[in-house]
Nanobody, 121 residues
């Protein structure tokens, strides 16, 4: 499966961004989708994930209530709506695909190339 993330950019604290991840090469609707992020000098961390149908989601505590993951199986795309952004949200954001929904980054087999999100204070 090939994943292409987009939508990153520079935004002021309190602002919003929507990331998109387009999938190809595999039946999108059979995959759980996730977002992870990696800040400079830090390990990649789980942000959010959604199951195949979109009926179940999971969020890191640090983004709960501010970020929303969703998917459109007709468009083979998963989204991450990020509101009330904080400087600590600055990172490269990666989308991932796997057959099951998990918070464990080592269990995800397919990764996109990443998109930079920078939040200024």
């Amino acid at each position: 499966v090939q994943l292409q993330a987009s939508g990153g950019g520079l935004v002021q604290a309190g602002g919003s961004l929507r990331l998109s991840c387009a999938a190809s090469g595999r039946t999108f609707s059979s995959s759980a989708m996730g977002w992870f992020r990696q800040a400079p000098g830090k390990e990649r961390e789980f942000v959010a994930a959604i199951n195949r149908s979109g009926s179940s989601t999971n969020y890191a505590d640090s983004v709960k209530g501010r970020f929303t993951i969703s998917r459109d199986n007709a468009k083979n795309t998963v989204y991450l709506q990020m509101n009330n952004l904080k400087p600590e949200d600055t990172a490269v954001y990666y989308c991932a695909a796997e057959s099951i929904l998990t918070r464990d980054k080592f269990s995800w087999g397919y990764w996109g190339q990443g998109t930079q999100v920078t939040v200024s204070s």
